[in-house]
């Protein structure tokens, strides 16, 4: 089992900035790629951006150029996602996510945390 907390959410105008964490326990020897999704109001959870162990990253093409995501393997595998040049359309509540191998893949995700983009 793997736990996942985040932390970093809040209201900001666009333009601004924020950062994101997500701080990982439990099994943490066998997680995998980690990533963030985001869900707006009356939408479907969506990627947004993914980091292996390696340090490979991905990104939608809705972010790409404007949030950066990292990770400290040396942290209890936490896992960042700098978000600058903020749009309203980015307001949602972000889930980060952990794949962990045990035999078979599973899939863990965190609380979620809320992004707010507004004038």
């Known amino acids: 089992q793997v736990q996942l907390v985040e932390s970093g959410g809040g209201s900001v105008r666009p333009g601004g900035s924020l950062r994101l964490s997500c701080a990982a326990s439990g099994s943490i020897f066998a997680v995998g790629p980690m990533g963030w999704y985001s869900q707006a109001p009356g939408n479907q959870r969506q990627w947004v951006a993914t980091?292996?162990?390696?340090?490979?990253?991905?990104y939608s093409a809705s972010v790409k150029g404007r949030f950066t995501i990292s990770r400290d393997n040396a942290k209890n595998n936490t896992v960042y996602l700098q978000m600058n040049s903020l749009k309203p359309e980015d307001t949602a509540v972000y889930y980060c996510?952990?794949?962990?191998?045990?035999?078979?893949?599973?899939?863990?995700w965190g609380q979620g945390t809320q992004v707010t983009v507004s004038s």
């Open positions: 980091i292996t162990t390696g340090g490979s990253t991905a």
């Open positions: 996510n952990a794949r962990s191998y045990n035999g078979t893949w599973s899939d863990y």
